[in-house]
């Protein structure tokens, strides 16, 4: 199992302990995180939500809520307005607040992907303070390869310091995509890249979308470039649309024991289902995060798997 790591150089010694107790408290003292991701609410409005074989309790936001207080995960990443407006009935989830998103609705053909900062790190400050959650990190987008590259790298660079300076964890999304980068998305050199990127804005975890072979297919051994590129910054893999549980499991354990990730960031694949099944592939989710168990013995904790 990974060790926690220092606290980031340059803030002051009351920063770096809180620092240090947020890296805790997401990555429950194992150094990896399972991030629950809710931040398709914006990113891909309500196609993920509705329809299909998404449950019916995904139309209403609080379904997510529910989960993440159920059941055992590192942390729930979703927009501050949302926390916002459910967190008070939710304290005890760590939160983490994604700070810049945009819908689907522009499509690269259109124009390159830009995503900027919704909230200052003064309002993140304030609500930090005065809301009484438990907000261990910050989260924000980058599209390397767009045209407005520049932009997004300058806010993410100054969001992650700021974070810092507050003690709290900063993840990074990390997707190359526009017109520079055209279908190699998910080229594994392009992806190792990305998270070497992520490593010099000196943010603390890189969520990248698990690199392609040749031929279109996952191969955890891929993973071992990026890894070594992102350097001690830890990378984590998007979970993608929903997929069956044992196959998600089995895809994540190769993750960390073969490629040497991290973690995960997954939220489709947990939240399309409905809260009991959720929860549960939550806890065989954690199983092999946290807990360093082996896929049959998270699969276990499925009951009937889906």
Request: glycine share 10%; hydrophobic share 40%.
């Amino acid at each position: 199992m990974p060790k926690i790591p220092h606290a980031p150089l340059g803030i002051p010694s009351d920063s770096a302990r809180r620092w240090i107790e947020n890296y805790h408290l997401a990555t429950q003292d194992s150094g990896r995180l399972f991030l629950m991701a809710g931040d398709q609410k914006v990113e891909h409005l309500n196609d993920d939500f509705v329809g299909g074989s998404v449950a019916s309790d995904d139309a209403d936001p609080e379904h997510l809520f529910r989960i993440a207080s159920a059941a055992p995960i590192g942390c729930f990443a979703a927009q501050m307005g949302l926390i916002a407006r459910y967190g008070s009935d939710y304290r005890e989830i760590p939160y983490l607040l994604k700070l810049n998103s945009k819908t689907h609705l522009i499509k690269t053909a259109q124009r390159d992907p830009v995503s900027l900062q919704w909230q200052s790190m003064a309002q993140v400050h304030d609500f930090v303070r005065y809301s009484g959650l438990n907000v261990v990190g910050v989260g924000y987008t980058i599209y390397p390869g767009s045209e407005f590259e520049p932009t997004m790298l300058s806010e993410a660079a100054r969001m992650i310091h700021d974070a810092h300076a507050m003690g709290l964890l900063a993840v990074i999304w990390a997707y190359p995509r526009g017109k520079a980068v055209g279908t190699k998305e998910q080229d594994p050199h392009l992806i190792a890249g990305a998270t070497g990127l992520v490593s010099c804005l000196g943010a603390d975890f890189a969520k990248v979308n698990p690199p392609f072979d040749a031929q279109g297919s996952m191969d955890a051994e891929l993973l071992g470039e990026a890894v070594a590129a992102a350097g001690r910054t830890q990378v984590i893999c998007a979970g993608g649309s929903e997929t069956s549980a044992v196959d998600f499991l089995r895809r994540l354990h190769d993750q960390i024991h073969i490629g040497g990730t991290q973690g995960c960031a997954t939220g489709r694949n947990v939240h399309q289902r409905s809260q009991p099944d959720a929860v549960r592939f939550c806890a065989a989710i954690h199983a092999i995060v946290v807990k360093n168990q082996g896929v049959d013995e998270a699969v276990q904790l499925l009951g009937d798997p889906a």
